[in-house]
T-cell receptor, first 113, second 113 residues
Framework: GNSVTQMEGPVTLSEEAFLTINCTYTATGYPSLFWYVQYPGEGLQLLLK?????DKGSNKGFEATYRKETTSFHLEKGSVQVSDSAVYFC????????????FGSGTRLSIRP | SQTIHQWPATLVQPVGSPLSLECTVE??????LYWYRQAAGRGLQLLFY??????ISSEVPQNLSASRPQDRQFILSSKKLLLSDSGFYLC????????????FGSGTRLTVV
C-alpha cells in the first residue's frame, strides 16, 4: 500500500543552521508529494508541493525535490530561524476522486536562538 | 477566495456525552471534505471523507460518525464520548482529483473527562 516514512524527531538546531528532514515514500504510479507545517496549537498549512518527478517545490526558503529514483522528498532550508520551530509532515496523494492524503508521522523541529 | 471554518476551537466534554463538531467551506462548490484526528504528539489519522452530499466514507471503525447535510458542510458526531476520543480534530477540503493538497481548518481540541 501507499505510505510515507519521515525521520524521527525531535530535531534541535541552532539558528542559521542548515536543515534537512528526510522523507521517503512507497506508492504505485506517480503520486503528488507535499510538506505541511503545523505551528503550536494550530491546524496544518501547506508549505510546498511537487506533482511530478524532478519537480522542486519551494516556499519561505524551504525546498524539496521529487526524486522518483530514490522515492524521496527531503525538506531542506539553508538557514533556519527560531520562527521555523514547528512540526513538519511529509505527505502523498494519489490521483483519484477521493484525493486522500497519506501523512507521515511528523518531525518536531526546535530552533535555539 | 476560499475559506474553511471549524468550531468550536476547544471543547471539554464528560465521558458518555454527545459530540457535534462542525466544518464549513466558503468560496467553492462540491469540495472533497475530510475529518482527521491527531492524538497528542502523534501523526494524523484519517477518520472520514466525503466526495459529495450524503456520501461518507469511513476509514476506521470507531465511536464516531460523520454527515454532510449540505455541499459545504461536514459534521463529526458521537452519541457517547469515550476517553479515547480526546484529541485534536482537523477538518480539511480540496478540489479536484489530486495534486492540489488540502486546506485545513484551525482545529478543535477535544478533551473528554
Amino acid at each position: 500500500g501507499n505510505s510515507v516514512t519521515q525521520m524521527e524527531g525531535p530535531v534541535t538546531l541552532s539558528e542559521e543552521a542548515f536543515l534537512t528532514i528526510n522523507c521517503t515514500y512507497t506508492a504505485t504510479g506517480y503520486p503528488s508529494l507535499f510538506w505541511y507545517v503545523q505551528y503550536p496549537g494550530e491546524g496544518l498549512q501547506l508549505l510546498l508541493k511537487a506533482t511530478k518527478a524532478d519537480d522542486k517545490g519551494s516556499n519561505k526558503g524551504f525546498e524539496a525535490t521529487y526524486r522518483k529514483e530514490t522515492t524521496s522528498f527531503h525538506l531542506e532550508k539553508g538557514s533556519v530561524q527560531v520562527s521555523d520551530s514547528a512540526v513538519y509532515f511529509c505527505a502523498l496523494s494519489r490521483y483519484s476522486s477521493a484525493s486522500k492524503i497519506i501523512f507521515g508521522s511528523g518531525t518536531r523541529l526546535s530552533i535555539r536562538p | 477566495s476560499q475559506t474553511i471554518h471549524q468550531w468550536p476551537a476547544t471543547l471539554v466534554q464528560p465521558v458518555g456525552s454527545p459530540l457535534s463538531l462542525e466544518c464549513t467551506v466558503e468560496g467553492t462548490s462540491n469540495p472533497n471534505l475530510y475529518w482527521y484526528r491527531q492524538a497528542a504528539g502523534r501523526g494524523l489519522q484519517l477518520l472520514f471523507y466525503s466526495v459529495g452530499i450524503g456520501q461518507i466514507s469511513s476509514e476506521v471503525p470507531q465511536n464516531l460518525s460523520a454527515s454532510r447535510p449540505q455541499d459545504r458542510q461536514f459534521i463529526l458526531s458521537s452519541k457517547k464520548l469515550l476517553l479515547s476520543d480526546s484529541g485534536f480534530y482537523l477538518c480539511a477540503w480540496t478540489a479536484g482529483v489530486g495534486g492540489y493538497g488540502y486546506t485545513f481548518g484551525s482545529g478543535t481540541r477535544l478533551t473528554v473527562v
